[in-house]
T-cell receptor
Framework: DQQVKQNSPSLSVQEGRISILNCDYTNSMFDYFLWYKKYPAEGPTFLISISSIKDKNEDGRFTVFLNKSAKHLSLHIVPSQPGDSAVYFCAASGYGQNFVFGPGTRLSVLP | DVKVTQSSRYLVKRTGEKVFLECVQDMDHENMFWYRQDPGLGLRLIYFSYDVKMKEKGDIPEGYSVSREKKERFSLILESASTNQTSMYLC?????????????FGSGTRLTVV
């Protein structure tokens, strides 16, 4: 049973518009969340994180929102650029635990 | 530039072969991990290690073993490769404790078992 879910395997967005990637989790002990970005033939690279004591974290064009009551987080990319086309993984952990990764969402930003 | 290096980008092996995947990190990280990435399944943890000569099973350890004789090196071993082990293998490392800085990943090894 997947503890971290990304229900959209793929997403296409026009360049300049907003991309919203969603992630749901089931384990209420998770208190720290990361987003990774992965290009083909490369390893995932860290993008942005959020702790459960916050409901929003922003870094440039990237913002992560956390709704603890719904066990849901989302990554917003504004404005989307063609270079953002990649697979995005959501990851979650509880204190002292390894991260659990979601299945990923493939984002395509169309010029 | 700190990094995690995986020795091979692409490997093709025959069924039944013993396969070694090597990973080296230069960040003096205590924690090291082996994942496999498959479409629709994301990253699944095979084995991890928090210290030299220490190893722990992850979620899918069957058919795999690991070795960590030195802090910087973590090897994944497929004792007898099978076609269902065809996958992208990713090594990662992190700081000790909670690892809340996240993981640093290698570029991956695409293994094909024929």
């Amino acid at each position: 049973d997947q503890q971290v879910k990304q229900n959209s395997p793929s997403l296409s967005v026009q360049e300049g518009r907003i991309s919203i990637l969603n992630c749901d989790y089931t384990n209420s002990m998770f208190d720290y969340f990361l987003w990774y970005k992965k290009y083909p033939a490369e390893g995932p690279t860290f993008l942005i994180s959020i702790s459960s004591i916050k409901d929003k974290n922003e870094d440039g064009r990237f913002t992560v929102f956390l709704n603890k009551s719904a066990k849901h987080l989302s990554l917003h990319i504004v404005p989307s650029q063609p270079g953002d086309s990649a697979v995005y993984f959501c990851a979650a952990s509880g204190y002292g635990q390894n991260f659990v990764f979601g299945p990923g969402t493939r984002l395509s930003v169309l010029p | 530039d700190v990094k995690v290096t995986q020795s091979s980008r692409y490997l093709v092996k025959r069924t039944g072969e013993k396969v070694f995947l090597e990973c080296v990190q230069d960040m003096d990280h205590e924690n090291m991990f082996w994942y496999r990435q498959d479409p629709g399944l994301g990253l699944r943890l095979i084995y991890f290690s928090y210290d030299v000569k220490m190893k722990e099973k992850g979620d899918i350890p069957e058919g795999y073993s690991v070795s960590r004789e030195k802090k910087e090196r973590f090897s994944l071993i497929l004792e007898s490769a099978s076609t269902n082990q065809t996958s992208m293998y990713l090594c990662a490392s992190s700081t000790p404790g909670t690892g809340r800085d996240g993981y640093t990943f290698g570029s991956g090894t695409r293994l094909t078992v024929v």
